[in-house]
C-alpha cells in the first residue's frame, strides 16, 4: 500500500520531508529529498518553544554546520522552519547514511577485539575533532554509531558518529528545567546529577560503548533513575574477558571523576597502540 505524500513544507526552498524515519521526544528524523542537486537527504526536525528557544537554536546550528569531519555524518544545512508562526521548528539537514548502526551490530553478532578497538580509534578522533572545536555531543551511544560499509574490496565498515542534535557547547550550563539531555544508560555521573558537561562526559560515554562491545550487556542497565544513581556510586564492571589493554583504558574513561578521565586525544592515541600491538601478537 503506498503511503500518502507526507504534508510538509519546503525548507529553504530546496528540502522536502517525505518520509519519518525516527521519532524522539523532541525531534522527529525524516528522510527527504534536495530537490535543487535530485539527493536523499535525513532532515531532523526539533520542537521549540519561545523566542529565547529559537535564538538558541540558531546559534547551536550555525556551530554544528560548521563541522567536516569523516568520522561525521556531514550536516548540510540548518534553519528554522516558520511556516507556522506560532510553532517554529529549528532543523537540521543532515547527509542520509546508509548503514547498520553500532546496536544493531552488536545485538545480532560478537565483535572482533580488533573491530572494536578499530571503531573505538575512529570515534575517540572524531571526538578530538568536534571538542576541539567547542563541541560536546552529550548523547554517545551505539545508536548513535553508525558501522557504514562503502562495498569495496580492499575496505571494512567504518565508524561515524551522527545525532548531534543535542551537542553543545564545551561547557555546557545544567539544564533550566532540571532534565538531564541524553541516553540515561550512557549519561556521565555529572549528567546524572545534571552538572556541567564538557568533553569528560563524551569520553566516559565512549567508555561504555567500548565496554558494550565486550560483553554485549549494558554496564547500567534497569530503569533510568535507579541505573543513573547506581553510577554515581558504582564503576562498571569489566569481566576477565576484556583484553587487558582495553579493560585498563575503558576503567581510565569511566572514572567517576570527570578531570581524571583521558582527552579524546589520548584515548586514541592508547587504541592505536593496541591495534598495533595486536599486530604483533
Known amino acids: 500500500m503506498t503511503k500518502p505524500p507526507l504534508e510538509a513544507p519546503l525548507l529553504l526552498d530546496r528540502y522536502r520531508p517525505l518520509t519519518a524515519l525516527a521519532r524522539g521526544g523532541m525531534s522527529v528524523v525524516f528522510q527527504g529529498r534536495d530537490e535543487v542537486l535530485g539527493r536523499d537527504v535525513a532532515i531532523k526536525v526539533f520542537s521549540a518553544g519561545g523566542a529565547d528557544d529559537v535564538e538558541r537554536y540558531r546559534e ?22 516558520l511556516s507556522a508562526a506560532d510553532d517554529p521548528r529549528p532543523f537540521l539537514v543532515m547527509e542520509l547514511v546508509r548503514g547498520k548502526t553500532l546496536a544493531k551490530t552488536i545485538a545480532k553478532k560478537e565483535l572482533p577485539i580488533r573491530a572494536i578497538g578499530e571503531l573505538g580509534f575512529e570515534i575517540a578522533e572524531t571526538l578530538e575533532y568536534v571538542h576541539e572545536r567547542g563541541v ?21 565498515p567504518r565508524a561515524r558518529l551522527t545525532d548531534f542534535g543535542i551537542a553543545t557547547d564545551v561547557i555546557s550550563s545544567p539544564s533550566p528545567s532540571g532534565e538531564t539531555t541524553g541516553t540515561a544508560a550512557y549519561l556521565s555521573p555529572e549528567q546524572a546529577l545534571n552538572l556541567p558537561v564538557g568533553p569528560p562526559g563524551d569520553i566516559y560515554a565512549l567508555g561504555l560503548v567500548l565496554l558494550e562491545c565486550f560483553t554485549r550487556e549494558l554496564a547500567f542497565p534497569g530503569e533510568p533513575i535507579p541505573s543513573a544513581v547506581k553510577r554515581l556510586t558504582d564503576d562498571p564492571p569489566i569481566p576477565d574477558s576484556v583484553p587487558d589493554d582495553w579493560a585498563t583504558l575503558i ?10 578521565r583521558p582527552t579524546a586525544s589520548a584515548v586514541a592515541e592508547r587504541a592505536r597502540s593496541a591495534l598495533r600491538r595486536s599486530n604483533v601478537d
Open 136 to 156: 560536546v555531543h552529550r548523547d554517545v551511544t551505539p545508536s548513535n554509531i553508525m558501522l557504514v560499509d562503502y562495498g569495496t574490496t580492499t575496505s571494512r
Open 60 to 81: 547551536e546550528l550555525r556551530m554544528l554546520a560548521g563541522l567536516s569531519h569523516h568520522g561525521v555524518v556531514s550536516i548540510i544545512d540548518a534553519g528554522i522552519d
Open 251 to 260: 576503567r581510565e574513561m569511566t572514572d567517576r571523576t570527570p578531570d581524571n
